[in-house]
């Protein structure tokens, strides 16, 4: 089986920076994608930023030229580098992760949520 396993969240100022890592161990053939889902309390679940197989990454407007994501490979690890934190950016980080187990066999997993609390 396959675990996500999130850290870094935390409280901070406006203005702030936190950086959360996300780690994936378990039975893993390739990784196809990974990313960091938002949810805000009595909102939807967005996608912040992700990041595909061939490194490239995908950030929405919101974050863009604030948040970098990257990933360690070796380490099937996930990082969201969040700078210049705003109060909107306050919610629950979901690590999202596609990773294929098998030839046919593809399943998405979540890790458990790390809450990122901006003051103002």
């Known amino acids: 089986q396959v675990q996500l396993v999130e850290s870094g969240g935390g409280l901070v100022q406006a203005g702030g920076s936190l950086r959360l890592s996300c780690a994936a161990s378990g039975s893993i053939y390739s990784i196809n994608a990974m990313g960091w889902f938002r949810q805000a309390p009595g909102k939807q679940r967005v996608l912040v930023a992700q990041i595909i197989s061939s490194d490239t990454p995908n950030y929405a407007d919101s974050v863009k030229g604030r948040f970098t994501i990257y990933r360690d490979n070796a380490k099937n690890t996930v990082y969201l580098q969040m700078n210049s934190l705003e109060p909107g950016d306050t919610g629950v980080y979901y690590c999202?992760?596609?990773?294929?187990?098998?030839?046919?066999?593809?399943?998405?997993?979540w890790g458990q949520g790390t809450q990122v609390t901006v003051s103002s």
């Open positions: 999202y992760s596609r990773i294929r187990s098998g030839v046919l066999a593809i399943s998405d997993y």
